[in-house]
């Protein structure tokens, strides 16, 4: 098995604002996509990583908050409650840190690249990225959500 890292597109590509298409197939590609995804997510250093920002028009996307690997196919925010109002950032909008209103918890259904269905639940820093990475796949960035820029040093 050969994984690569895959160049991340940044704000103002198209792409990053399509509608992706659901996945279909749960084949070797797909398990090829999603393991460059983590390798490209590890190398960039982020929380979190959907496939339009390596140009792929698929609902899909990978997180990894203090290693706990989730991958999200065909993902859907199925509750949410509460809310919490912090910092957050994007790979494809590197440096730039804005301050963004999300639930405080939030529970996702989504599929694995082998087609089984789970169901995630996070709060916090997790709660953020399920929000943040599912819309991704419906091309919305997170920037239209910032309530103010921020200077921080990391995420
Ligand atoms: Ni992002």
């Known amino acids: 098995m050969v994984m690569a890292i895959?160049?991340?597109?940044?704000?103002?590509?198209?792409v990053l604002t399509k509608k992706c298409r659901p996945v279909e197939k749960f084949d070797d590609r797909l398990n090829d996509l999603v393991n460059d995804l983590f390798e490209t997510l590890y190398k960039s250093g982020g929380a979190g990583l959907a496939a339009p920002q390596v140009g792929i028009l698929r609902r899909i996307a990978v997180i990894d908050i203090d290693e706990n690997p989730i991958e999200l196919i065909n993902p859907e925010i199925i509750s949410t409650e509460g809310s919490q109002t912090g910092a957050e950032g994007?790979?494809?909008n590197p440096g730039k840190y804005g301050i963004v209103t999300r639930p405080q918890k939030v529970t996702v259904r989504a599929q694995d690249r082998k087609g089984q269905w789970h169901e995630y639940t996070g709060e916090d820093l997790l709660a953020r990225a399920f929000c943040h990475e599912t819309e991704h796949l419906d091309g919305k960035m997170f920037m239209d959500l910032v309530e103010e820029w921020v200077e921080i040093e990391q995420q």
């Open 6 to 14: 895959r160049n991340i597109v940044t704000f103002g590509d198209d």
């Open 90 to 92: 994007c790979l494809s």
